[in-house]
């Protein structure tokens, strides 16, 4: 039983962003009853500051709002008493012991709060990328903000954060914010990327660059910033093989940068538990239940690798829930899974196990941008299947499903392993 | 309006400063310190690597060696009245030759001249017992057990809390520009025309310690910045040491080390090169460079993957790198603290002592107060407390269950303490709580922050800084300053047919 709240949880849910709410729906809907915890003060997550549309299509056959979106699964919990909400409240630490695990959380209500169940999953979602991480030379001023807290600062607190701004990284949510910028009087006088290519949508690239007429500087470097109090501009030099052509490099004057550098999944909870973290997501591997290395904790979402789309991560969410009833009803030991790789030109695929019995669905992300492609999944060494695809890049997460046909040579066991590679 | 007459004024809030301030306060004397910035610590003391040296370093007979020393053995005392973060983990210096093994024997040989206590020289064996991260290559080393580490603006606040608990006036954003002398007082006057009184005049203003002495009409000399850069690296990072980690040292300073600090992240740095420019704080790649492949030679797990933050502080040098602590040969009634670079936090206590030692030669009657408190309660911090303990707080006050800062757990609670304790700036409370210290850097607690400051202070959201002056954290409110674009940006894009996806 649950200090407080008197009842018996089968999952505690960290975090009520998308992740967080998909995954409670469909526990509920398996008529599990589960907790929510969420720092902040409503569930929803991110998705209530990001107010341009385009979110929904795959959910809900319609562009929606990240408002909008985050509201439609707000009023599923609402409606559905399995589920516990427990805002303001912070998860500062888990015992992840069998069979019954303890979720510690701080709240100003319920003061320390310890909510047991036999299932954890972890839906912390991600952090951004700063200026430090990045190692950007020159002074530290104020005026440098990363994407995501200049969005929270428009679009929910009402502020300006700055009259003229560059923008480090042409990730999407620092293409959204080069438009969003505009809209509220500022001016953008220009986005860099190290890359030779955009690392967002080129539908971005084209509505929050091209219309407004903002330059991008693609295999660009930012190699110092200027200005003593507040930000007074930033040194911009072109790459030439992997190396700052100090000699071309040029000044562009501002009082803002935003960085929009990449993401990182927040797994310092799952760290402290034991979780075993893949490198090349930052996120825990798992297997093909969403399962982490740590018995009955699980993880889908952002905090898990980072998505392209929210569609994606309730998606992923759902399927996770799914694989928590059924460990939380199943009798006697799992059945076997092999294991997944990334090849040649694949960052990562997640999951990292694969059923032997039945359909497994794996994500991955190329690490090429290339036109007709071959896909090939391979069985200890052997290809067993390929396919062409049209056209591959990082920014796009690329999905395939290993069907137990695939598979079938071998004998189940954990020593088979499949490998996804790009050709 | 009357103008404050005080005994002293101490010219600097920082650690020489504030060190002093507390000192005076146990005497019936009336004390103020001024401090150009808003906050105490700003200055050099901001960016020091909170290192408590233990004495070897430096040749005999000099005066730093000799405050750095008694300064040291202050410590325990002063983290038990002022509860700051404070540990002796020990120093290491590494040796990667026997010529090097020379140099650690000087080292050795100075502190046993120094008094420095339980130092030894370790063979190849023992140093790798000590710290097992060390690359295989060093081949001995020094090790002495009463080096520790601090965090140093925490010790400079703590210093300030209690010297103002005594009866000491602070005055912040007080940037002396001019003074009168006559009848044997000094009228100080700041840049807005603020005046203040004083029979003595103590000089500890770092940096611009010459350009004070030079408004005092006192003695001609030139603080030389030396800028040193220093690199954050994650809480568990690979390669994090037990004890503070040095190469053995060069001319001009001791080296890259390797710091673990109190709260768990490791530093790494300083470098050190001379400059023209008192308010050059920038970080150069090139010396990123150099750091990482310093620190590197001694602990190879270091890596640039795990870097949080960076930042360069100044440390103020004078020709012949000793500290001038002394009265002036010029002006009545002033003494200069100047030159204050390593060891100057070590030493900092020992130098208090030595300047109430002048005060005294000078004639000035030090009566003890009978009231003197040396105590300063330890705020509260739910990273440090226990389950049972933070329950009675948010009984208590449940602001202290909104965790505010994710990163470092501090509550909402530990931000307003900081904010009535007069840190109204985000540095102020970064330094005071840790607030914002942590891996995501403030990307979610600013705005959290923000809300906080405005709540408490009543000031509106564009006068928030980041560190006073012009460091404006925003600029403006939307669709409330009438400032609209030059361009109209109405082409709004048409909606997209083919339904792409959106982003995130």
């Known amino acids: 039983m649950n200090q407080r709240t008197g009842k018996a949880y089968d999952a505690v849910i960290i975090g009520g962003g998308a992740a967080g709410m998909a995954a409670a729906v469909r526990c509920a809907e398996k008529?599990?009853?589960c907790a929510i915890v969420d720092r902040e003060e409503t569930l929803g997550g991110i998705l209530y500051q990001c107010i341009h549309n385009g979110f929904g299509i795959h959910e809900f056959r319609e562009e929606l709002t990240g408002?909008?979106?985050?509201?439609?699964?707000?009023?599923?919990?609402?409606?559905?008493?399995?589920?516990?909400?427990?805002?303001?409240?912070?998860?500062?630490?888990?015992?992840?012991?069998?069979?019954?695990?303890?979720?510690?959380?701080?709240?100003?209500?319920?003061?320390?709060?310890?909510?047991?169940?036999?299932?954890v999953i972890l839906c912390m979602g991600c952090r951004e990328r700063n200026r430090g991480n990045i190692g950007t030379a020159g002074t530290r001023p104020s005026g440098i903000f990363t994407?995501?807290?200049?969005?929270?600062?428009?679009?929910?607190?009402?502020?300006?954060?700055?009259?003229?701004?560059?923008?480090?990284?042409?990730?999407?949510?620092?293409?959204?914010?080069?438009?969003?910028?505009?809209?509220?009087?500022?001016?953008?006088?220009?986005?860099?990327?190290?890359?030779?290519?955009?690392?967002?949508?080129?539908?971005?690239?084209?509505?929050?660059?091209?219309?407004?007429?903002?330059?991008?500087?693609?295999?660009?470097?930012?190699t110092g910033i200027f200005g003593r109090d507040r930000v007074a501009g930033v040194e911009v030099a072109p790459l030439v093989d992997g190396k700052a052509d100090h000699k071309r490099a040029f000044s562009i004057e501002c009082d803002t940068i935003l960085l929009s550098v990449g993401l990182i999944p927040e797994n310092e909870l799952s760290k402290e538990i034991g979780v075993a973290i893949n490198q090349d997501t930052h996120g825990p591997y798992v297997d093909a239940n969403y399962m982490t290395s740590v018995e009955g904790v699980f993880a889908c979402g952002n905090v898990l690798h980072v998505h392209d789309l929210v569609d994606f991560v309730s998606e992923e969410s759902r399927r996770c829930a799914d694989c928590v009833a059924r460990y939380l009803t199943s009798e006697g030991p799992p059945p076997s899974q092999g294991t997944v790789k990334a090849g040649p030109n694949v960052i990562y695929v997640v999951p990292n196990k694969f059923h032997y019995q039945k359909d497994t669905i794996l994500f991955f992300r190329p690490f090429i941008v290339k036109n007709n492609v071959m896909l090939s999944v391979s069985l200890n060494g052997k290809v067993v299947r390929t396919k062409k695809l049209l056209h591959v890049q990082p920014s796009e997460m690329v999905r395939t499903i290993l069907k137990p046909a695939d598979v079938e040579k071998a004998d189940p066991g954990d020593h088979n392993v499949v490998e996804i590679s790009l050709r | 309006m009357s103008i404050p007459l005080y005994d002293i004024v101490i010219i600097g809030a920082g650690v020489s400063g504030s060190a002093i301030a507390r000192k005076l306060s146990e005497y019936r004397l009336d004390v103020a310190v001024l401090e150009k910035h808003v906050d105490v610590s700003f200055g050099v003391s901001k960016a020091n690597s909170g290192i408590i040296h233990a004495g070897f370093h430096h040749k005999p007979g000099a005066l730093k060696t000799t405050l750095e020393t008694r300064g040291n053995r202050m410590f325990d005392e002063l983290h038990r009245e002022l509860n700051f973060p404070f540990k002796r983990i020990g120093i290491i210096v590494c040796a990667f030759s026997y010529e090097e093994m020379k140099v650690i024997n000087v080292l050795h040989e100075q502190g046993i001249k120094n008094g420095v206590e339980g130092i030894v020289i370790c063979n190849r064996d023992k140093i790798h017992e000590l710290e097992p991260g060390l690359n295989r290559d060093v081949i001995g080393g020094l090790y002495a057990p009463s080096g520790g580490i601090i965090e140093p603006y925490q010790f400079v606040f703590s210093l300030m809390e209690s010297a103002r608990k005594n009866g000491v006036d602070l005055h912040t954003d007080f940037n002396v520009e001019r003074a009168e002398y006559s009848a044997g007082v000094y009228t100080l006057y700041s840049t807005y025309n603020e005046k203040v009184r004083?029979?003595?005049?103590?000089?500890?203003?770092?940096?611009?310690?010459?350009?004070?002495?030079?408004?005092?009409?006192?003695d001609d000399f030139k603080i030389i910045p030396r800028k040193g850069e220093e690199y954050i690296l994650e809480r568990n990072a690979k390669g994090f040491p037990r004890q503070v980690i040095f190469p053995v040292p060069r001319s001009n300073s001791k080296g890259i080390l390797i710091i673990p600090t109190v709260y768990g992240t490791m530093m790494i740095g300083p470098t050190a090169e001379d400059i023209n420019d008192k308010e050059d704080y920038s970080t150069t790649y090139k010396n990123l460079e150099e750091v990482f492949s310093e620190a590197r030679r001694m602990v190879d797990a270091i890596s640039k993957k795990e870097i949080i933050t960076s930042f360069a502080g100044l440390r103020p040098t004078l020709k012949g790198n000793d500290f001038y602590i002394d009265l002036s040969k010029k002006a009545p009634n002033v003494i200069q603290v100047a030159g204050i670079q390593s060891p100057g936090l070590t030493a900092s206590p020992a130098i208090a002592l030595y300047v109430t030692g002048l005060l005294e030669d000078r004639g000035l009657r030090l009566v003890k107060k009978r009231r003197f408190d040396p105590v300063i309660g330890k705020p509260h911090r739910i990273r440090d407390s226990g389950a049972e303990e933070i329950t009675k707080l948010i009984e208590k006050d449940p602001s202290y269950g909104h965790v505010v800062c994710r990163c470092e757990c501090v509550s909402e609670a530990e931000v307003v303490e900081a904010i009535r304790k007069g840190h109204t700036t985000l540095d102020g409370i970064k330094f005071y709580t840790r607030a914002g210290m942590g891996r995501c850097q403030g990307g979610f607690c600013t705005y959290k922050i923000m809300k906080i400051l405005m709540r408490e202070t009543g000031t509106g959201a564009d006068e928030l800084t980041k560190r006073g002056g012009m460091s404006f954290l925003i600029q403006g409110h939307i669709s409330t300053d009438g400032w609209y674009p030059e361009k109209n940006a109405s082409q709004q894009p048409e909606k997209a047919e083919n339904h792409e996806p959106a982003d995130r």
């Open chain 1, 31 to 33: 008529g599990l009853e």
């Open chain 2, 198 to 218: 004083s029979r003595y005049v103590i000089n500890a203003a770092g940096l611009h310690a010459d350009d004070v002495s030079r408004i005092l009409h006192a």
């Open chain 1, 147 to 222: 994407a995501g807290l200049a969005q929270r600062l428009i679009n929910i607190e009402g502020y300006v954060p700055g009259r003229n701004a560059v923008i480090m990284g042409s990730g999407d949510i620092g293409l959204i914010m080069a438009r969003r910028m505009t809209w509220i009087g500022a001016k953008v006088s220009g986005v860099t990327e190290i890359l030779p290519y955009p690392s967002g949508l080129s539908r971005n690239i084209s509505q929050c660059l091209n219309d407004f007429n903002i330059p991008l500087y693609l295999s660009h470097l930012v």
């Open chain 1, 67 to 119: 408002p909008e979106y985050a509201e439609r699964y707000v009023g599923e919990i609402g409606r559905r008493a399995a589920v516990d909400v427990f805002l303001n409240s912070t998860v500062v630490g888990i015992d992840a012991g069998t069979p019954k695990k303890r979720v510690i959380v701080y709240s100003p209500f319920y003061g320390v709060l310890v909510l047991t169940a036999p299932a």
